[in-house]
């Protein structure tokens, strides 16, 4: 017994030792790099991921969080004419509308200012940089993001951003790495950067295709594969049909796959339509995932909500919606907290029903209804 009761005081003094040592060291670190430089998890509150919504319900919530992530990287990917800066910019056009700075680096040398303007960007504050090299765009992007001012940065595209060696050179000399090992740095610089001053980071991405792969998907994405290991969010966009007004094409329907999410669960998949001139339809998606959930009911062709109709047919139901932004945010509202991507907010009824006082003489409890 004397001997257990001995190893017990000796492991006492031995947990005792190595809690003061990690004390000393804690306040050492605190001392030479700054309060706060190492902390326990708990010393600090949870804080809710702030989000930058994408333009799109179905693709908020696939997301899990209700859009992209506020200080983190999203890679958007997919094949020519898919959507992937269409839906970039709506995230910018959010932004703006929400009182932020937006800054669009635009490497392919083809951004529509005309089309931006009808998505929703102010062209006019947009900040907007169109690079000659690789490099010259990532220090642009370093130096913004370092300023703490911007809300969201696009890139358009990694492939577009080709380092000065390639473009200083001669047709058909060989660089092999260098793009890869240009964005590689680059992404170790600028993450920790995104993240202290909570600016999103959106590059665009185009694919191609590995040779003599005859098993699994041959294709591959541009700028190596730093960009896919830093990345919290990775998006393929792809068009999976033509919609039609009769015989003319008015629009894609557009499916984006969450093929990498570190902030909710991955490979969920939405469908939303970008209509020519337009973009994302919001209103057609609010109808499509009303309908979904209950929320908006469908009867033959005509749509409903809370008894009241929105129009026959999808289209008028959808520009009934354009024409009442209230009802369309009040839809919203509902899907997400049906979802759970956001809390419901407490309702004067809902709050008397649950307080202790509701029906007391107004002289005890209040006012009795």
Same mark, same amino acid.
């Given at each position: ?26 306040? #050492? ?8 430089? *190492? ?12 989000? %930058?919504?994408?333009?799109?319900? &179905?693709?908020?919530? @696939? ?13 958007? !990917? ?12 709506? &995230? *910018? ?6 009182? +932020?700075?937006? @800054? ?31 490099? #010259?765009?990532?220090?642009?992007? =370093? ?8 809300? %969201? %940065? ?12 390639? %473009? ?8 092999? +790495? ?66 039609? =007004? ?29 209509? !020519? ?18 929320? *908006? ?7 409903? !909500? $809370?008894?009241?109709?929105? +129009?026959?047919?999808?289209?008028? @139901?959808?520009?009934?919606?354009? =024409? ?18 956001? @809390?419901?907010? $407490? ?17 005890? +409890?209040?006012?009795?209804?």
């Amino acid at each position: 017994m004397a001997a257990k009761g001995n190893k017990q005081s000796a492991d006492q003094q031995f947990g005792s030792d190595r809690e003061k040592a990690l004390e000393t060291v804690l306040a #050492q670190i605190d001392k030479n790099y700054g309060k706060g430089s *190492v902390m326990r998890l708990g010393d600090r509150p949870a804080t809710k991921i702030e989000t %930058i919504p994408t333009g799109s319900i &179905a693709m908020d919530v @696939a997301l899990g969080i209700g859009g992209f992530p506020r200080g983190r990287v999203v890679e958007i !990917y997919g094949p020519e004419s898919s959507g992937k800066t269409t839906v970039a910019l709506h &995230a *910018v056009a959010n932004v703006q509308k929400a009182g +932020g700075i937006a @800054a669009f680096i635009d490497a392919e040398h083809a951004l529509d200012p005309a089309y931006a303007e009808k998505l929703g960007v102010d062209t006019d504050s947009l900040l907007v940089s169109q690079p000659d090299t690789g490099e #010259q765009a990532l220090e642009i992007m =370093d130096m913004l993001v370092g300023s703490g001012s911007i809300d %969201i %940065i696009v890139i358009d595209s990694v492939a577009a951003l080709v380092p000065k060696a390639e %473009i200083e050179g001669e047709m058909g000399d060989s660089h092999v +790495g260098l793009q890869a090992r240009l964005m590689s740095q680059a992404l170790r610089k600028i993450t920790g950067r995104l993240s202290h001053s909570n600016t999103t980071a959106i590059f665009i991405n185009q694919l191609r295709e590995k040779i003599g792969v005859f098993f699994g998907s041959p294709e591959t994405t541009t700028g190596g594969k730093a960009l896919k290991f830093y990345a919290s969010v990775r998006v393929d966009v792809r068009r999976i049909e033509t919609l039609k =007004d009769g015989a003319n094409p008015v629009g894609n329907r557009t499916r984006a796959k969450i093929v990498k999410n570190k902030m909710a669960p991955p490979f969920k998949q939405a469908e939303f339509d970008i209509l !020519y001139g337009e973009g994302i339809s919001t209103e057609g998606g609010l109808i499509d995932m009303g309908v979904e959930h209950g929320i *908006v009911k469908k009867s033959g062709a005509w749509f409903t !909500y $809370e008894g009241d109709q929105l +129009g026959q047919g999808k289209e008028n @139901a959808r520009r009934f919606l354009k =024409d009442n932004p209230e009802l369309a945010e009040e839809i919203e509202r509902r899907i997400l907290v049906k979802l759970g991507i956001v @809390a419901e907010p $407490e309702s004067a009824a809902e709050v008397e029903e649950e307080s202790p006082v509701a029906g007391l003489p107004s002289e005890i +409890g209040g006012p009795a209804f």
